[in-house]
């Protein structure tokens, strides 16, 4: 081989670069893949389109895994690829085209010697490439070239002689370009063609299966949820897998360490910091140790940490070089996760007391532009509470320590705010947590001085820190908070002022905020129907707690809608519609998902609503189970109105077992509240006056009656029985008479309230009016399968039950046997207690269907469910039922009062 100068042909050794220095042959091999390398089938497959496209570009992250995944790639293809490590690069163009060219005949290429060598390191002929490209275009089988660390050719000079070898060549060269950044060749035209072959950092991730499988090559066994958080935190980073797999291996727990390790403290941080950090600028570093306080950070927001205003083009320019920074869409990027861990430790290592500034920094910045998840978070990790109080509170997001899916970890952050700093905003949120807790006096004295400063400022606006928004914004808070004080006080007025101050303080704060906190407006209107509730205004609490139900499918209003559910549903079994009062207080104990056949009791009003209606059908053991679920005592009842729900029905069933004196002594607990409800003294001295009853004081009960009857239904229900006890029908059935004339009460109050009259009647002579008032109760308590009020009735009834006029109408829900049956069984021998298993509501909304002759997929369609859903409710309904068939369920629920 010669070369041309001006005295003539000059000989040049074919194992000397253009500076006469020998080839380092290192730069030709192929580099070895260790015993634990992991062959990646898609990758490979992927990789093998490079034998048809002229470009292939394997573009990845330092150790993502991209030099030894072409490596197994080009030794599988016996030699016939040549392998050039571009580490020469910067020593010129010449020299990097006298390797390249040595790299292509090792492999096996027939160069001739037309083609020549370059004759100095710093350049290279034109009309060498030319003849190069020329004699490539004529190969039968083109020459595979891989060139590793494309990276390093940082002359644009060499980038623009290579595409013109790569465009002349044509079908005689496949170059593959093994790189961290993306080659400055013009992709987009072989991405138009579809001549190139690419893959990136994101294809390179380890997936969990692949993440496995390296491990076990390690002799590591882990559980499949342990790989998915190893896959998590390294991104499927290959050199981290690998790094952390060894690092494992001499751990005594490796499962444990894999866990937990600390990223700044193994060899993953010297890889990081020596490959990535360390190649960067001074200004570069300074703005990656600032930003790894963040979970993503943008351009604006970084510079705000760093004084400059350089962000936008160094965040721009480390993604596009795969220096570990991820570009998340919309100008947002993040460090990945164990670079951010270490670049995390080497700020506070490099930079002591400076991370505490960098939040503030950060908290100040996204307070203005930011989330309000972020900046609660920097405000915090800064210790600056009285930041983090304002935003809360600014934002109207104080409802959220009640309610949404961030209630646990707004009040978790607040739990570490100390007594310091006192404002109005601060204290705000002291209140709150008070008030969570149910410490009501700790936080009523909080908000009533909160309430007075707050008035002054508003007077003075001069002397307010914030402004007039800010002010509002505090004032409805504290409004908010005033309304729930009420509400764990049963104080309906001071609820009522709470409202109608927030009302009119809603016109005064961004309307925005409202629409992203709708929770504040349901929390608002959840403790003022509470509080009219407790106060017996049924109807207004109505329209407070349906507006919540009604209102948008919000995740942050969800638990209060079911909460509001729950208050209807009392609202409805206070007024005697058990059948109303038990859909509702299923949607309210509903926890699952919508389509579940089996919703999950907890604690609150619906269980409890749910264990009375189960008590009036004398189903005791599921009463039990439900009242045992409402009143956990890992979740104590907040308000007077549960308190007294739980009383009354706690009183009842206990009066259901036997035990008259535990009931006595269950409604006489005193329910802590400023205002009588007139429902609940009623009710509970309903309980009180039947456990007197039962032990024979008809005398006491009726005294007790006397003083607590007033309007109230039930009460005049028991004091009518109280009256037959001692003897005055006339009395009783006068009492009767005035439960009738109140409208808008259902069957378990008019069935108890007929079976009095019945009793009243019988004792007076009148059979006939006594059998057709036991007829109308079994009517109406047949619709309601309403069992209670007949076992409560006495021994008077049970005769009058086996009669030929009475014994079809209770017959198959009330006492066993059907009217078919042949000859009536004797009286003695029937028992009121059920012969089916209670059917659950929407096993009872789809035989209501199937008695309408609709098909599986038309009930599954009306429904909102599944085919199989509705498949697996009539199963169990046919079960509950005993019978096998469409035709049979429905004929069985017609005589059982069901449909």
């Known amino acids: 081989m010669s070369v041309l100068d001006e005295n003539g042909p000059v000989p040049r050794p074919p194992s000397a670069d253009p500076r006469g220095d020998p080839f380092l042959r290192t730069q030709f091999a192929i580099p070895t ?10 990758l490979a497959r992927h990789l093998d389109e ?31 690829v040549a392998w050039l490590t571009a580490q020469v690069a910067d020593k010129g163009s010449g020299t990097f085209w006298a390797y390249l060219l040595q790299a292509l005949r090792l492999s096996g290429v027939p160069l001739s010697t037309d083609v ?57 060269m496949r170059l593959v370009l093994v790189t961290r950044t993306e080659p400055l060749l013009p992709l987009h035209r072989y991405r138009t063609a579809g001549a190139i072959t690419e893959i990136r950092n994101a294809e390179l991730a380890f997936t969990p299966d692949e993440a496995a499988r390296l491990l076990t090559l390690h002799g590591l066994h882990l559980p499949a949820d342990d790989v998915r958080a190893l896959v998590e935190r390294t991104r499927g980073w290959a050199a981290g897998l690998r790094l952390c797999a060894l690092a494992a291996q001499g751990e005594t727990d490796p499962q444990m360490f894999l866990k937990e390790f600390e990223a700044d403290r193994t060899t993953i941080a010297d890889f990081l910091l020596a490959e990535v950090l360390e190649r960067q600028g001074d200004e570069t570093q300074d703005l990656l140790l600032r930003v790894s306080i963040l979970e993503r950070v943008c351009p604006d927001l970084a510079d705000a940490l760093t004084g400059r205003s350089d962000a936008e083009r160094i965040l721009s320019g480390l993604h596009r070089e795969n220096a570990f920074v991820e570009h998340l869409g919309h100008a947002w990027f993040r ?78 952050l607040f739990s570490r705010m100390g007594p310091q700093p006192v404002s109005p905003a601060t204290e705000l949120v002291r209140a709150a947590r008070d008030l969570s807790r149910c410490d ?51 104080s309906p007025g001071r609820a009522e002022t709470a409202a109608r101050a927030a009302e009119s303080l809603r016109r005064e704060v961004p309307g925005r905020r409202l629409e992203e906190h709708p929770e504040l407006d349901a929390l608002l209107l959840t403790h003022l129907g509470s509080t009219r509730l407790w106060a017996g205004r049924f109807g207004a609490a109505r329209e407070a707690l349906a507006a919540v139900v009604d209102s948008g499918r919000a995740p942050s209003t969800a638990r209060l809608r079911e909460e509001c559910l729950g208050h209807l549903a009392l609202i409805d079994y206070l007024k005697g519609w058990p059948d109303r009062a038990e859909r509702e207080a299923l949607a309210a104990v509903t926890t699952a998902d919508r389509h579940s056949p089996a919703p999950a009791p907890g604690p609150g009003l619906g269980s409890l609503v749910l264990a009375a209606v189960a008590l009036d059908r004398d189903e005791l053991d599921r009463a039990q189970v439900l009242l045992d679920a409402a009143v956990d005592a890992r979740h104590p009842l907040p308000d007077p109105v549960a308190q007294a729900g739980r009383a009354i029905v706690t009183g009842r069933v206990l009066m259901a077992r036997g035990e008259t004196q535990a009931a006595l002594e269950a409604v006489d607990r005193t329910v802590a509240a400023d205002t009588a409800s007139p429902w609940a003294e009623a009710h509970t001295a309903a309980v009180a006056a039947a456990a007197h009853l039962a032990e024979g004081r008809p005398e006491l009960a009726v005294e007790l009656l006397r003083q607590d009857a007033g309007r109230e239904p039930v ?16 009395a009783a059935a006068d009492l009767v008479d005035r439960v009738l004339q109140e409208g808008h009460i259902g069957p378990a109050i008019t069935v108890r309230a007929a079976l009095v009259r019945a009793r009243a009647a019988g004792e007076a002579g009148d059979l006939a009016t006594q059998r057709r008032l036991v007829a109308q109760a079994l009517r109406e308590a047949r619709r309601e399968r309403l069992r209670r009020p007949f076992r409560e009735a006495g021994p008077w009834l049970r005769p009058l039950l086996g009669t030929v006029s009475l014994r079809g109408l209770a017959e198959g829900w009330l006492i066993p046997g059907s009217p078919s049956s042949a000859g009536p069984a004797r009286p003695e021998e029937r ?5 089916v298993e209670e059917l659950s509501g929407r096993e009872r909304d789809v035989l209501r269907r199937l008695a309408q002759m609709m098909s599986t997929q038309e009930i599954a369609t009306d429904l909102y469910v599944s085919v199989n859903t509705v498949k697996t409710h009539l199963k169990s ?9 469409r035709h049979d369920a429905v004929h069985r629920a017609r005589e059982l009062g069901l449909l």
């Not at 009309?127 to 390093?152: C, F, K, N, Q, W």
């Not at 307070?367 to 600014?394: F, K």
Request: glycine content about 8%.
């Open 877 to 885: 309904a046919y079960r509950k039922l005993g019978v096998n068939r």
């Open 715 to 730: 009460c005049l229900v028991e004091a009518a029985q109280a009256e037959l006890a001692v003897g005055r029908t006339g």
């Open 116 to 172: 020549g060598f370059p004759a100095e390191a710093g350049r290279v002929d034109d009309g060498l490439l030319t003849r190069l490209a020329a004699e490539l275009s004529a190969r039968d089988v083109p020459a595979t070239m891989v060139i590793d660390e494309y990276d390093r050719v940082t002359d644009p000079e060499i980038t623009d002689q290579l595409a013109f070898v790569l465009q002349h060549a044509g079908h005689g």
């Open 831 to 835: 028992s009121p207690l059920p012969v």
């Open 50 to 80: 490079a034998l048809v496209t002229p470009l292939t570009v394997v573009d990845g992250a330092a150790g993502a895994g991209k030099t030894l995944l072409v490596a197994d790639w080009a030794a599988a293809l016996d030699g016939h």
């Open 335 to 412: 460090l990945h996760p164990l670079f951010g861990e270490i670049l995390h430790a080497h700020l506070r290592a490099r930079c002591p007391g400076l991370e505490a500034e960098l939040h503030r920094r950060a908290a100040h910045w996204l307070r203005c532009s930011g989330s309000l998840d972020e900046t609660l978070d920097h405000a915090a990790a800064a210790d600056d509470w009285q930041a983090a109080a304002d935003a809360l509170v600014g934002d109207l997001a104080i409802g959220e320590i009640f309610t949404g899916l961030h209630s646990d970890a707004r009040s978790e």
């Open 440 to 490: 009501v006096a700790h936080g009523l004295s909080r908000l009533d001085r909160t309430a007075r400063t707050l008035a002054r400022q508003s007077e003075s606006p001069e002397d307010a820190e914030d402004d007039a928004a800010a002010l509002a914004a505090a004032r409805l808070s504290c409004a908010l908070l005033q309304a729930l004080a009420a509400r764990l006080t049963g």
């Open 33 to 42: 893949r260790p015993g634990t390398f992991l062959r990646r089938n898609r």
